[in-house]
Structure formats: C-alpha cells, structure tokens
C-alpha cells in the first residue's frame, strides 16, 4: 500500500462549489503538506502542519482552508472554487529530523 | 530569498545518449540539494540528495554533485533509457535556522527518451 494517499485523485467541479481533498499517511511522520503545481511553475507551498495543532501558512493560501484531523490525516478545502483554482494538487510529509518530503500521486481539480 | 533555476526543456534524447540537466541556486549558508522524479501520472519521488558541499548523490544511474563554488547541482546520466522520461524537479532545503521544513523548487524539466 502507498505511504502517502490523496482522494480523489481525479475532480471536476463548478464555480462556486465547496471541494475538499484529503490526504492521509502511514508514515508516521508528523509534518505534512499542501502545494499545487502549475504548468511552467513548478510546484507552490499552499499550507503545512507541524502537527495537529500547528498549521501555517505558505506562499499562496488565499482561497484555501486546511484540517489536521489527525497526525495522519490533514485536508484540503476550496470553500469557493473559482476556475484559476485549477491545477494538481500534491500532499507531501516529512519527517521533523530530515528535510526530505515524500509525496502522494496527486489530486487533478478542475473548475469549470 | 532562496531559489532554483534549472534548464528549461524540454529536452529530447534518444536512448543511451547522455543526460544533463542544469540547476543552479541561491541561498544562504548550507542548503541540502535534492532531485526528484515525476514519472506521467505519479506523484514526485525522491531521486537523490546532497546534504554538504562536495557531495555526490546517486541513484538508478543518475549522480549530481553538490558544487558550492558555482552554486549548482547539475544531474547527470550515461545512458538514459525510455523509462526514464519524466519531469525532473530540482529542489533545495535550509538545514537549520527552523526552515528546515521549507522546499523551494525549480520549475521542473520535462524529458523524453525516444527508442
């Protein structure tokens, strides 16, 4: 089974719709995070957590809404899509004691 | 701030030609260096790193050096194979200071092996 899992892995939506995405893990790893990747733009921080209690911003969280439910789960909301939402979106975590992150097979949202 | 510049592709080759794909970065102190993988369809994978000045990650036939006097961590391969078309990702990470935490990505380089 994948370490890292995000559902759906596939989404077509209308403007104005309420989206949630979710990743969970089972790496153990206490930090996780939210980045979308645009053609030509490589990939964007959106949030990250630290831990369940512990949630921050990144680079481009305007429209973006987060949950960490757990240590193991940590969602993704677009309380209103709007089409310039439209992209891949990627969970990754990390363990704190090392800065390389491992990602889930990404979620591609489409607001129409 | 820190940042990436890679090559921007995309790069055509055919099988058993020789890879290279340029990154360069900047940022204070020590980063660590990554590459990662983006086979179609997939998530990105950890390719290799370099964690300090002069060294050399490897894996699955790639290598990158870790070069601080010219700020780059160039990927290199001898013989690329079919299956090796993908996007490539090259990445750095602050190792202390509380932004260990923080990836910062180049743009990503698009290859594509012929047979």
């Known amino acids: 089974d994948a370490d890292v899992t995000q559902t759906p892995r596939n989404r077509i939506t209308k403007t104005g719709k309420r989206i949630m995405l979710e990743c969970s893990q089972t790496k153990g790893h206490d930090r996780m995070y939210w980045y979308r990747q645009d053609p030509g733009l490589g990939l964007r921080l959106i949030y990250y957590?630290?831990?369940?209690?512990?949630?921050n911003k990144g680079e481009i969280s305007d429209g973006y809404s987060v949950s960490r439910q757990a240590q193991a789960k940590f969602s993704l909301s677009l309380e209103s899509a709007i089409p310039n939402q439209t992209a891949l979106y990627f969970c990754a975590t990390s363990d704190s004691r090392y800065n390389e992150q491992f990602f889930g097979p990404g979620t591609r949202l489409t607001v129409l | 701030g820190n940042s990436v510049t890679q090559m921007e592709g995309p790069v055509t080759l055919s099988e058993e030609a020789f890879l290279t794909i340029n990154c360069t970065y900047t940022a204070t102190g020590y980063p660590s260096l990554f590459w990662y993988v983006q086979y179609p369809g997939e998530g990105l994978q950890l390719l290799l790193k370099?964690?300090?000045?002069?060294d050399k990650g490897s894996n699955k036939g790639f290598e990158a050096t870790y070069r601080k006097e010219t700020t780059s961590f160039h990927l290199e391969k001898g013989s690329v194979q079919v299956s090796d078309s993908a996007v490539y990702f090259c990445?750095?990470?602050?190792?202390?200071?509380?932004?260990?935490?923080?990836?910062?990505f180049g743009k990503g380089t698009l290859l594509t092996v012929n047979p």
């Open positions: 990445a750095l990470s602050q190792n202390s200071g509380g932004s260990n935490y923080k990836l910062t």
């Open positions: 957590s630290f831990d369940v209690k512990d949630i």
């Open positions: 370099a964690t300090k000045a002069d």
